[in-house]
């Protein structure tokens, strides 16, 4: 059996439009493979779903028909509601005085560019819908066309009475859906698949870590593999998929500015292109762009992949795709992955660490966070400096750290280590450092801490420690 994940505030939200005697109109939306539609059937109990087609809107409307008559046991002849208008006047007619949930999922293939479907639901449900007890729910996978029906220039503007974007599990509600996993090994998985939820569904019970990655995500036959694969394709209005996989490809490489992605990508006479299209993936939540703490708002955009399952099929897939067509995932596995994955899991942890502390500060025994980011560059003396976490506080204090996906405890050196780089950073006019130093330190180890390090923790305030296990609160 399935199982059903953090989606509770949702759940309960969408069975409350149930209880409404008048018609209510609800917007769900969100990348494909995020668990939409298998939350939109938790909820009720035989309502009509309708799966639009990248088709025509005749070729929909016909379909849609027909699977009415199927579902609602009445006789209906698609000759004689020739408008979407007409369709809607049917819902509300079939509504009646019972309440009736209609869903009509992938709502953006209906919205072609000259369709007037919304203009036409609209009307019906201004001047038609009455009285009439009816929940329309509707669902899609282009995020930026269904964001839109929200706006002040949609005709829709006003008459939603709920709405709500769902996106990928973060790594705790990830672990949750492979309860049976030691927490390292969950982590893993997080890393290599991210928080989506068919892809995690793939994970078997009976399967080691190299057992599933290999069967779902490596072989050319399995089924992440196969959704990853066609990723960029199966997005409604992405044509030249060949720019979006070059400059995935650069941010993959490392690339962090426009400039420098641009140009790995043979785009640097064409920026312009590079940039539209970080813009469009942004939205996709495929890509994230993040500045340095204290950064001003001139600087530049540094651009990560912000999909795990995306980042691992270009640091590991998309590199060996000639050996896997070959069947030849086991050697890829041991030579290629195996070897680099705790180094590739050290960047990971450091976001699973932000998600910690945004997460549960309270029970860390922190304040509430105000904001969360890391820094890097050059202090005064050229000295290339990384911060893994620089955060503050809701109380308006600093909080600094690092954070370590090491075998080994990590001992009092990365303490020491922290306070000589806020020190350099005062020096080299970063204000904010100067704070720090007098601020919280967290440290987050995936292999815990040694003797010396926790008694630093108990006799040093503001220092705190957090394992792996920390990041599971019961």
């Not at 970080?278 to 340095?292: G, K, P, T």
């Amino acid at each position: 059996m399935k199982m059903f994940v953090n989606r509770k505030n949702e759940l309960e939200e969408l069975r409350a439009l149930s209880q409404s005697k008048q018609p209510v109109m609800a917007l769900l939306y969100g990348r494909r493979r995020v668990g939409k539609t298998y939350l939109l059937g938790r909820v009720w109990k035989d309502p009509f779903y309708f799966l639009a087609a990248d088709t025509t809107l005749e070729t929909n409307r016909t379909d849609l028909l027909r699977e009415l008559e199927q579902w609602s046991g009445m006789e209906i002849f698609p000759e004689d509601y020739h408008t979407w208008r007409s369709v809607f006047r049917l819902m509300a007619r079939i509504a009646g005085e019972k309440q009736q949930v209609f869903i009509l999922d992938e709502f953006q293939y209906l919205l072609e560019r000259d369709s007037d479907v919304v203009s036409q639901l609209t009307a019906v449900w201004d001047r038609e819908m009455d009285d009439s007890p009816l929940v329309l729910v509707l669902c899609g996978s282009e995020v930026s066309t269904m964001e839109a029906l929200q706006s002040r220039d949609s005709p829709l503007f006003g008459r939603l009475s709920w709405s709500s974007r769902l996106r990928p599990f973060d790594y705790f509600d990830s672990s949750r859906m492979l309860p049976w996993l030691p927490l390292r090994e969950a982590m893993y998985i997080y890393g290599a698949l991210g928080g989506m939820p068919r892809y995690l569904s793939a994970v078997k019970h009976n399967e080691n870590l190299r057992e599933s990655l290999c069967r779902i995500l490596l072989s050319p036959r399995g089924e992440v593999h196969i959704q990853l694969q066609n990723l960029m394709a199966g997005e409604k209005g992405i044509r030249n998929t060949a720019e979006y996989d070059a400059v995935l490809r650069a941010v993959a490489a490392g690339r962090r500015e426009l400039s420098e992605i641009a140009s790995c990508a043979g785009l640097q006479d064409r920026t312009y292109v590079a940039r539209r299209v970080l813009e469009v993936m942004e939205n996709l939540a495929l890509i994230r762009r993040e500045r340095n703490y204290g950064a001003s708002s001139k600087s530049p955009w540094r651009y990560r992949i912000a999909d795990n399952a995306l980042l691992f099929w270009h640091r590991f897939i998309e590199p060996n795709r000639s050996q896997l067509e070959r069947d030849m995932v086991g050697s890829v596995w041991e030579t290629s992955i195996e070897p680099l994955l705790d180094t590739y899991m050290g960047h990971i942890f450091e976001d699973i660490a932000r998600q910690t502390l945004l997460r549960f500060s309270g029970e860390l025994g922190l304040p509430v966070l105000s904001t969360c980011n890391r820094w890097e560059g050059l202090d005064r003396n050229r000295r290339s400096i990384e911060l893994d976490i620089v955060a503050r506080l809701k109380s308006g204090e600093m909080l600094t750290g690092e954070v370590k996906w090491s075998s080994s405890p990590v001992d009092p050196d990365v303490h020491f280590q922290l306070l000589r780089n806020l020190e350099d950073l005062t020096a080299s006019g970063q204000n904010w450092a100067k704070q720090a130093l007098g601020g919280w330190f967290v440290y987050f180890s995936a292999a815990g801490f040694s003797e010396y390090m926790l008694r630093l923790a108990e006799d040093t305030t503001r220092v705190i420690l957090v394992s792996l296990e920390d990041m599971f609160p019961d």
